[in-house]
């Protein structure tokens, strides 16, 4: 029972992290370019993980190493540059949305890779969960043509990160503290990370430029709170529940981000909306009965 009570509260608080992460992404945008963004992001989170964590990395094997590398890239290096870009086009709220897609693709790739079975209810969830997100930007293009839904290309990717991520770590890494897979997952992106920020040129421009004094705030509120934190808290729910369970955090973070959105002042159209419930109703049926494991 305390497990279960647990994994609810987990879910919960990452939800509101997670969905307050797109304002911040919003506004880191207004100083800095969206490789500075994800580069800085990355940057901060991995500092204050590697002081808080540093030496749990010693529990991690060869073999560890190995999928954490796999498991850090796919979630910790490639995704915070690819929202960041994605957000250069498209709206925080819609962003959230497409977003929710992860626990779809967390349990294509179960089945694939994983050894996961689902019942004919829970293909059809999938088949109309893409068909959400295929209605959702095909609206938003015509709704919106000042935005480039083309750059939903990028939030389909990561998404589709997150679920290997998931899926690696709840079989090959389960074993392991959430902060000694965070931290190392961190450390596998920090070095490509910090490469792109001196290619930037961040450093040299931060000096007496005061956009990006006053954006640098919410990246570091974005790689505190919402990277380092919040990928810890994640991997602790993922030991704890299933691996659909744990990405159906995305189910409430388009609810938090579409709220911030809209107190923004971002326009989302009803049939926006009826591609995200699409989606929302799909993933539901993924989830209404139990992923059957296979045994081998």
């Known amino acids: 029972m305390k497990h279960i009570d647990q994994k609810w509260l987990y879910l919960v608080i990452l939800s509101f992290i997670w969905g307050s992460s797109f304002i911040l992404i919003k506004r880191s945008l207004v100083g800095y370019t969206p490789l500075q963004v994800g580069g800085l992001r990355i940057f901060f989170a991995s500092v204050l993980l590697f002081i808080l964590g540093f030496r749990s990395l010693k529990t991690l094997s060869k073999t560890d190493w190995k999928w954490v590398a796999i498991a850090g890239l796919c979630s910790s290096f490639f995704p ?35 050894g996961l079975s689902l019942k004919g209810r829970q293909v059809l969830g999938v ?7 295929i209605v959702l930007i ?6 919106n043509v000042n935005q480039n839904y083309w750059y939903s290309l990028f939030i389909i990717i990561a998404a589709l990160g997150y ?17 000694a897979v965070t931290t190392a997952s961190f450390g596998i992106a920090f070095l490509p990370a910090f490469i792109i920020l001196i290619y930037t040129g961040v450093f040299q421009q931060f000096s ?27 991997n602790k729910l993922i030991k704890l529940s299933s691996p659909v369970f744990a990405a159906s955090v995305t189910y409430l973070i388009p609810l938090v981000a579409v709220l911030w959105g809209f107190l923004d002042g971002e326009n989302i159209s009803i049939l926006q909306l009826l591609g995200g419930l699409i989606i929302l109703f799909g993933v539901w049926l993924v989830n209404r009965k139990k992923v059957i494991v296979l045994q081998k």
């Not at 915070?80 to 779809?104: C, D, H, K, R």
């Not at 088949?127 to 997100?133: E, K, Y």
């Open 208 to 234: 007496g430029n005061s956009a990006m004094h006053e954006a640098v705030w919410y990246i570091m509120a974005l790689a505190f709170l919402g990277t380092a934190l919040a990928n810890i808290l994640f």
């Open 138 to 143: 095909a609206a938003g293009m015509e709704n």
């Open 127 to 133: 088949l109309i969960g893409l068909f959400g997100t």
């Open 163 to 179: 679920a290997f991520n998931i899926n690696i770590i709840k079989k090959y890494l389960s074993h392991l503290t959430p902060l």
């Open 80 to 114: 915070p540059f690819f929202f960041a870009l994605a957000q250069m086009e498209i709206s925080s709220g819609i962003t959230s949305i497409l977003n929710s897609v992860a626990p779809l693709f967390t349990t294509l790739v179960g089945i694939a890779l994983f």
